[in-house]
């Protein structure tokens, strides 16, 4: 009797320990995922898009910025812990130069959490004919792993304050990746030891005295260096920098189908929405 008595205490004992830790596990997890940051809806609010644009929100949450005659489309994950409206203003900007803009909602904030957020989007919107998904930092780096196994369905890649673990040096991909020059949070070492990963003609711009957080409106983030440029012209910059990659690209395309001659004009009889 006195036996089985001190196994039933020790058996109360362990499962009272087991709900401690899972409660403690729990309550951490809790910590951890309310703890990000918050997108700066004052400054977001003075952003303001073009009127020839349209906002639309899906019913999964993703913020679409569309302009009237935009073409080209990009897919983009925004970076770890932080509000993903947050990255608002340079969807406005980028739509604001015709790329047509589509920014992804991730569960509590960490894009590692779905990579493949960007599945099925394309599909909505068959009148964009070329598409590039990019990220900034973690997000850059789930959209290059989501990439890496379909680089066929999309034309190019945008890294901001990110880097590739994905190989996609053998790819006929676009990329460019972008970073500020007072950025303290990227890790240069692994941004460097991963540049192999990127096709050898992949476009490089740094952006003169911007930061890490100032890709986004969210406020300074963390161990971040000291910006030289203000938040909306880093968000410029870079949106200049994604347009002007896109027109290149464009151009070379068009070069090409020029110099295909008869090829190029047997694939569009072929293909009526080859453009």
């Known amino acids: 009797m006195l036996r089985t008595q001190k196994r039933k205490r020790k058996i109360v004992t362990w499962a ?3 709900v401690a830790i899972l409660a403690l596990l729990v309550t951490a997890g809790a910590v951890y995922v309310n703890d990000y940051y918050r997108a700066d809806t004052d400054a977001i609010a003075a952003f303001a898009p073009a009127e020839n644009i349209s906002k639309e929100i899906l ?6 910025y569309a302009p009237g005659d935009a ?10 812990k932080v509000e993903y409206t947050a990255y608002e203003p340079l969807m406005k900007a980028g739509a604001a130069r015709g ?3 589509v920014l992804v909602k991730m569960p509590f904030n960490l894009a590692v959490l779905d990579v493949n957020a960007a599945d099925g989007i394309q599909e909505l919107y068959p009148e964009i004919k070329s598409w590039y998904i990019g990220g900034h930092s973690l997000g850059g780096s789930m959209a290059a792993s989501y990439l890496g196994k379909q680089t066929d369905a999309y034309d190019g ?6 880097y590739s673990t994905a190989d996609l040096s053998d790819s006929n991909l676009n990329v460019l990746s972008v970073y500020g020059s007072e950025d303290q949070v990227l890790n240069r070492e692994k941004y460097d030891k991963n540049k192999v990963n990127l096709p050898e003609d992949f476009t490089e711009v740094v952006i003169d005295g911007g930061c890490h957080a100032y890709f986004g409106m969210y406020g300074a983030q963390a161990g971040d260096g000291t ?3 203000t938040n909306k012209e880093q968000i410029d910059r870079t949106a200049d920098a994604i347009s002007e990659l896109i027109e290149s690209a464009d151009g070379r395309f068009r070069r090409l189908r020029r110099s295909g001659g008869i090829f190029f ?5 072929s293909s009526p929405d080859f453009s």
């Open 16 to 18: 009272i320990c087991i």
């Open 59 to 64: 019913d999964n949450g993703a913020i679409v």
């Open 71 to 80: 073409t080209t489309g990009l897919i983009f994950y925004p970076g770890g």
């Open 99 to 101: 790329i047509f803009c």
């Open 157 to 162: 890649l945008i890294l901001l304050g990110a």
């Open 227 to 229: 910006p030289a440029i």
């Open 265 to 269: 004009d047997i694939l569009q009889a």
